[in-house]
């Protein structure tokens, strides 16, 4: 229906400035294509961008999911789009297509522009079953409009969540979640490569279910059809976040999908995937055998494994983001799991890192100064915390460091970038390692349930790391305990 309308729009060609033939896989080319797309379609009589968007809401209706890809032929059908956008929509629209976003993490644009579409919260088409499969067919109440979630969470993570966890189980898949990877180049990204093999839903999918669910549920509460999309996208990747707040921005996705999402509403929403995949011929016989208990006992799996790996942990950015230099030598690898984590502060730099260019730059001149400088083989911190909402990673989980001299194989060094002398990390940062970071390392079994924190200047005397403010609050947390000893006779502690 939509393309004959389409079929009858002016001829709107000069809206879209032919850009030459660089667009790279980055959300700019997205959101440059929806500034377009918003641009060409004010002037059109009935036809807006939300309206498009919620033609192209191909999940709200299950059927959709496994026919022809009807947002990427719509959209190719558009004639104001350029040669090059049609090119790049064509490609990036394909089941899986990503873009590297400017906080450094990559999102799949399927997902996310589904949760967007959803949250313009068009009815939904069909009944959408409930939970339930013995629910009374005569009770037509789960057949009432559905609060945004019921919509949003099938239409970002839920199905494929149980799509990814159904494969898994039945073994045609060697992993549920993940794995990340890289970009072969951060400035013009073309070619993203898995760090091992592919689950149904990688971190990429992941992020952009995470960011749809969010976009939507926001879009959902505004209820404004006019809202500029392109702006929403534009503030929501960008450094200043929507309507300025500072931490509702993509960065901060996973706090963000934990405020909206509990377990409870997930496994629930995953359950009732499982039952609607069931009735899919295309993957009904992946079914075979399993017993009602068992989908449930799935579902409930698949609610904990992602709530803890994608929530719970926070976000790594790997070496490969960050334009590590490669280890010098063969690294040693760590026995784990281990019992002690090390907090540091990196002095310098002195000012903490907002974004992930500056922190990305940050871990930069840290290894250069450390391998050329130090003469060390590799950056010296296990992990680094900037103030952008991330992890960096550093040596990693696996291998030894150069953080605590004479107890590198025995901890994890975790710096925070900044001077921690007289002033604290931003409270959200220290969260991040108090309970993300520590809680994600003891549940993947890189640290003994019994760990131990340690300040740096504990384990080395003559440091001041990671400095008096920061080591006041250390100390107060669990986990942190004195370090005795004797010194020249001495018994002391520190
Ligand atoms: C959307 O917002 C951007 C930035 O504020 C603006 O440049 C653009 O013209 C707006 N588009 C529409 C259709 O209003
Ligand atoms: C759009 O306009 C055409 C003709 O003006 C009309 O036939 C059609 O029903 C309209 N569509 C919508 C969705 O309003
Ligand atoms: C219909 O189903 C809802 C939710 O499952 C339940 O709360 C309600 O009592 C049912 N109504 C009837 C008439 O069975
Ligand atoms: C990345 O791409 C840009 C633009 O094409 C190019 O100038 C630069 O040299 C590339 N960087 C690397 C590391 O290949
Ligand atoms: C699903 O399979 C059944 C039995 O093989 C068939 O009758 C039905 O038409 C199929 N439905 C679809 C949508 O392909
Ligand atoms: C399901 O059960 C039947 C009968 O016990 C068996 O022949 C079949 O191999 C089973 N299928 C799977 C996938 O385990
Ligand atoms: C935890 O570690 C402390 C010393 O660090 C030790 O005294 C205690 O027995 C340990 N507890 C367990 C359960 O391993």
């Not at 969470?153 to 990814?164: F, N």
Request: a negative charge.
């Amino acid at each position: 229906m939509l393309l004959i309308q389409l079929g009858l729009l002016p001829a709107l060609l000069c809206a879209s400035v032919a850009r030459a033939g660089d667009l790279t896989f980055h959300i700019d080319t997205v959101i440059g294509i929806l500034e377009d797309l918003e641009l060409s379609l004010k002037d059109t009589p009935n036809l807006t961008v939300t309206e498009l968007f919620q033609e192209l809401e191909y999940c709200g209706s299950e059927k959709c999911k496994f026919s022809l890809d009807p947002m990427t032929s719509l959209l190719l059908d558009l004639p104001f789009l350029s040669h090059e956008q049609k090119t790049f929509l064509s490609h990036s629209l394909k089941e899986r297509g990503m873009v590297l976003t400017p906080d450094g993490t990559t999102v799949s644009l399927h997902p996310l522009l589904s949760g967007i579409a959803s949250g313009f919260n068009k009815p939904l088409e069909g009944p959408w079953p409930a939970t339930d499969l013995e629910t009374d067919p005569s009770n037509s109440s789960h057949l009432q409009p559905q609060p945004p979630l019921d919509s949003l969470l099938p239409a970002t993570i839920a199905t494929d969540l149980a799509l990814s966890f159904l494969l898994f189980h039945t073994k045609q898949r060697q992993r549920a979640l993940g794995p990340n990877g890289c970009w072969d180049n951060l400035s013009a990204p073309k070619v993203f490569t898995l760090m091992g093999p592919p689950s149904h839903v990688p971190d990429p999918f992941i992020n952009g279910a995470m960011d749809g669910l969010i976009l939507g549920n926001y879009l959902a509460e505004k209820a404004d059809l006019s809202l500029n999309i392109s702006a929403l996208l534009r503030d929501y990747y960008g450094d200043e976040g929507v309507e300025g707040g500072k931490r509702f921005r993509s960065n901060f996705r996973r706090k963000n999908f934990a405020a909206v999402v509990s377990e409870a509403k997930l496994r629930e929403e995953v359950e009732c995937s499982l039952h609607l995949l069931h009735q899919q011929n295309e993957t009904a016989s992946l079914f075979e055998n399993m017993t009602r208990e068992e989908v449930s006992l799935l579902a409930r799996q698949a609610a904990e494994e992602f709530l803890a790996l994608y929530v719970e942990c926070p976000a790594i950015i790997p070496r490969c983001m960050w334009g590590a230099r490669p280890y010098k030598g063969t690294p040693t690898q760590l026995k784990l799991p281990l019992h002690f984590v090390y907090v540091h502060h990196t002095s310098s730099p002195s000012e903490p890192c907002r974004t992930f260019s500056a922190c990305a730059a940050d871990m930069r001149s840290m290894q250069r100064f450390h391998q050329d400088i130090r003469g060390w083989d590799d950056i010296g911190y296990s992990f680094v915390i900037g103030d952008d909402g991330y992890v960096y990673q550093g040596r990693g989980w696996h291998w030894v460091g150069a953080h605590t001299l004479g107890y590198n194989s025995r901890g994890y060094g975790i710096g925070f970038i900044g001077n921690y002398m007289k002033a604290l990390p931003d409270a959200y940062d220290l969260e991040l390692l108090k309970k993300n970071f520590l809680q994600c390392a003891v549940k993947g079994s890189k640290l003994h349930a019994n760990y131990t924190i340690h300040g740096h200047r504990q384990m080395v005397l003559t440091t001041s790391c990671p400095g008096d403010r920061l080591f006041e609050e250390i100390k107060t947390w669990k986990d942190f305990k004195m370090r005795c000893f004797m010194d020249n006779g001495v018994y002391r502690c520190v």
